[in-house]
């Protein structure tokens, strides 16, 4: 079945394209990336506080100030410490928000769990932004750099997950001893054997993990239910809580904590797992453990990669698990007393605070320059592509378009061994995918249906090339396939050109960025060779909009939303190591102070890494520029 439109409006005409467009088109200023904006130029800007600064103008600051620094590279990350104390005022008032419109008399807690970027410029914003907000360590390291950053704060709450030892468990009790506010979780009978022998039930706080048990999508989705690594299966739980009431620690177990995986999009499992965890508080308080008073509900507030989320997701989040526990209490039809609510919120707290800006080396052509078909030169190419140009305007739906394209590919690709001939096919091909696109135009398609998005033909047919390492500053992008927004930096005030994607200098195919969030708009919205760079109903797509591919090389991309686990994932593939890291902050006066913290990694110290002492330089294994 095709649409057929026969207004053939179905785009916005170049004259029509303004800044908003712009904005709509990259998710610019909605929800996750409210901290952007476009000025009239068309250059992509930091927004905070009404306060605008242009990437050109950071970019500009840096080469004059730092453009002799050891280790200066064209590309760097840009940290914003200040969006950290933003997410988390957010995260605290949207749960006050809920509990107060839902009347919900618990309190709300919460500890920032560094494993999800360990850096000071993430740890310090978080303890300076909330007096309350605690921490959590998954390890013995992660322990020791939380006591180290709070030790003047000891009442500050801190959680200690994780796999234990008993060196763990003895730093835990060192801490103890100190005057740490320590609460530690246990994750199996064999955790709770040691910990009923090594501590005294008198200073114990204890947490019992459970596995969440709860149906979500996502790509930790394995992280729930009984298949979870992490936490007490139920059956475990009857002989840990039987252990602790033998040893006489049942008023210890003061929180339940289970964690239902990272990125949870779908807000209304929320609502399921706050009533499945209040449902399991009550059973356990009728089993003795009369002093539990808390549900930890681990983490998994999403962050809006794809401009795709509802508005307000943080206080539909907090809203959605308050419901679930309020259900689950009102069922139970008993005094058991409204939970306190707890969060261990990562992503949602480091994920806005910084950014990869990607300087653009050059722009690589997929196909040579498109000409006409009647200026190839060989007899045979030239006659099969007539045949198929005929075809396609004589077309008049998109799965027949469809078909007409999977086979001039592979009838043009065939029997080709010269390199005359290659190069003519090639031509050929990119010239009757532009013809494909602009029949599709021309027929005025307007679904996601007919517009059969995954198709070559809307393949880019440039890459820009990026001085920068996907597997080092976006380790996710190939490890889970996370998508993260890429933005230009200039000419945005243009209707884009073309899309394009854009690799990295490793050698590695994986190291490149295709993808493309099309934002959902009431009809398609196309690139200037008729691409779509908007779809009703939004949808993943293919290639960057760029609003000039010849100014590209002089400017670049961010790549936004990087500040959580990408730090902490990252990977030294081909020796290319971390980029410089500069330090953004708007100041009292309104003013920006920009902090040029550390160069590139030299080359000295990454093959320091893999076991080479006094090789290489000082300077950094980016491309020099
Ligand atoms: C126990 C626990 N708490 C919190 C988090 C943080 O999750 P998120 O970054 O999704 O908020 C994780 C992440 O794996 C976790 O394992």
Known sequence: MTQYDDSGVNDVREDE?????????YGIGKNDLHFLDVNEDGDLCVRLRGQSITFREIIQRLETSNGDSPSYTS???????GLIAHQIAKIRNSFLKAMKDLDYSGDFLAVYPI?????RDCVIPVIMADRKYGLEAGTKAELELIKAVIQKEKDRQIVCNGAKDPEYLNLILQCIEEGYN????????????????????????????IKPYLSVEGHWSHSTGRDSKFGLSIHDLHDVV?????????????????HAGSQITDTKAFRRFGRFMTGLYSELRSRGLSELHVIDFGGGLAIDYEGALEENHTYAYAESIIRGVKDALAEENSEVPPPDIMIESGRGVTALS????????????VFPALSDISDLKVKAVREKASKFLEEIEKSSSASDLAKISDRLHRDLAADMDELQEILESESAIGILEKSVRTRLRTLGFTSAD?????????????????????????????LVKQHFPAIPLTDLHLQPETTVRLADITCDSDGEIANFYLQNT????????????????????LGIPIGSLERLPDTGFVLALTGAYQDAIEMDHNLLGDLPDVELHLLEDNTWSLRWVTGAESIRKILEDVGYLGLGTDGDPYMGD
Do not use: C
């Not at 007919?450 to 190939?478: C, K, M, Q, Y």
């Not at 060779?529 to 939004?538: A, E, F, K, L, V």
């Open 450 to 478: 007919t517009l059969l998005p995954e198709r070559s033909f809307w393949h880019p047919e440039h890459i820009a090339i990026g001085n920068f390492s996907v597997f080092n500053s976006i380790a996710d992008h190939v």
């Open 354 to 365: 910084s950014m990869v800006v990607v300087k653009a080396l050059e722009v690589r052509s």
């Open 75 to 81: 590309s760097f990350t840009l940290r914003i410490p």
């Open 182 to 209: 320590m609460s530690v979780s246990i994750e199996s009978l064999h955790e709770a054997n040691m910990i009923v022998d090594l501590f005294d039930p008198e200073r114990t706080d204890l947490v019992l993990r």
């Open 242 to 258: 039987d252990l602790l009431k033998g040893k006489g620690f049942e008023s210890t177990v003061r929180t339940i904590l289970a």
């Open 115 to 119: 494993k999800v970027n360990q850096r």
């Open 17 to 25: 394209w303004n800044i908003d467009r712009a904005r709509t088109v």
């Open 522 to 541: 009431e009809l398609p919205w196309f690139s200037k060779d008729n691409r779509p760079i908007t779809m009703p109903g939004g949808q993943m797509g």
